[in-house]
């Protein structure tokens, strides 16, 4: 397995995903530095946790790929399993949107904890233990290691999987929807944490969320996407400030007008998207509900993103 130092820790090429007959991605590029920390919005259904999938070379099986995907100078999509588990290992950890599913049931959490420590000259066990500390296990830290994964809440359980996620010290965290199952103290706490643990390490990471404030408060950068189409990438205050393409104007007034509450922004996003095929597929994917559409966005799609900032649109705000 090669690993570059390279000033591009991730790079996206082109990925196109297609699930079945279904094209989920279409011609994704985008790249991120050693400490960059991207956020990824848009509505259900648009991609975000494929992608997600995709970096970690963990696609459904019936489906087909195509562009390039480097982490650290490895090949996502050509490694084998050998070398896919080594960059896993050592590289890239993945917060999965449900981690009740990636959690062992029949592991206690102190072993799933502790397996993942690189070794030190601190005890595994204490360790782990200021792991949860640190995810606000305050005080029964003890009795949780002892537990079984399906003797936790979900909240609990999305907890052990950042736990999990850090300890194993990656230098990219994906982190998808850390703390949808949490309340909102909680999880500003664990956004603090994910942003301690990426600025202490240089660590890049790429969080996805519906919730704009998180994005606000630890990322960089903010990539947007649209029914498997990237249409804005760049930093978070120009995107937040002034959104160039009409789907992110959007996105952004709804999630101001119902500031705060995350459930209003699914909402709002859902509000946009009927799920009936868009006009056709020479057409801008935003056609049938883009304020701005004109006689060119019905007959010729607008160019994909290939840059480090950019909007997939004819006519950006
Ligand atoms: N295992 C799968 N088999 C078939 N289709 C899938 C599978 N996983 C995802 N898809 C499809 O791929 C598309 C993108 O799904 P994805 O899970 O990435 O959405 P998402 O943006 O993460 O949504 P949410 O915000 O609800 O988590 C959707 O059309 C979804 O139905
Ligand atoms: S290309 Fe046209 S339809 Fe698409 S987002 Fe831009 S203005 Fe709207
Ligand atoms: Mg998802």
């Given at each position: 397995m090669v690993k570059d130092l390279l000033s591009s820790f991730l790079e996206v090429q082109d990925l196109s995903v297609e699930i079945g007959n279904v094209q989920?991605?279409?011609?994704i590029s985008f790249d991120l530095g050693k400490g960059a920390r991207l956020g990824v919005i848009g509505e259900s259904g648009s991609g975000k946790s494929i992608t997600a999938r995709a970096l970690f070379g963990?696609?459904?099986?019936n489906s087909t790929s195509t562009g390039k995907i480097r982490v650290g100078g490895n090949s996502v999509l050509d490694l084998d399993k050998g070398d896919l588990d080594t960059m896993r290992r050592t590289l890239l950890s993945l917060i999965p949107q449900n981690p009740g599913m990636t959690?062992?049931?029949?592991?206690k959490i102190q072993r799933q904890i502790s397996e993942v420590l690189t070794p030190s000259g601190v005890d595994a066990a204490d360790r782990a233990l200021a792991l949860l500390t640190q995810m606000g296990f305050d005080g029964d830290e003890t009795e949780i290691m002892q537990?079984?994964?399906?003797?936790?809440s979900g909240g609990q359980r999305q907890r052990i999987a950042i736990a999990i996620a850090i300890g194993s010290n990656p230098e990219l965290l994906v982190a998808d929807?850390?703390?949808?199952?949490?309340?909102s103290l909680l999880a500003r706490d664990m956004i603090e944490v994910i942003k301690a643990y990426a600025i202490s390490t240089s660590s890049t990471v790429l969080l996805i969320t519906h919730n704009l404030e998180e994005v606000s408060n630890l990322c960089t950068d903010v990539a947007v996407l649209y029914r498997g189409n990237l249409v804005e990438i760049g930093p978070v205050d120009r995107i937040f400030d002034h959104p160039q393409h009409p789907y992110t104007d959007a996105l952004v007034k709804s999630y101001k007008e119902l500031y705060g509450s995350r459930r209003y922004l699914e909402r709002a996003e859902r509000s946009t998207n009927d799920y009936v095929a868009t006009?056709?597929?020479?057409?801008?994917?935003y056609y049938t509900s883009c304020?701005?559409?004109?006689?060119r966005c019905l007959s010729e799609a607008p160019t994909p993103i290939s840059t480090k900032t950019g909007v997939m649109c004819h006519f950006p705000l």
């Open positions: 989920v991605l279409r011609h963990d696609l459904p099986p959690l062992d049931p029949s592991m537990r079984y994964p399906h003797q936790l929807e850390p703390t949808s199952s949490l309340d006009a056709h597929s020479s057409s801008c994917p304020p701005k559409a004109a006689k």
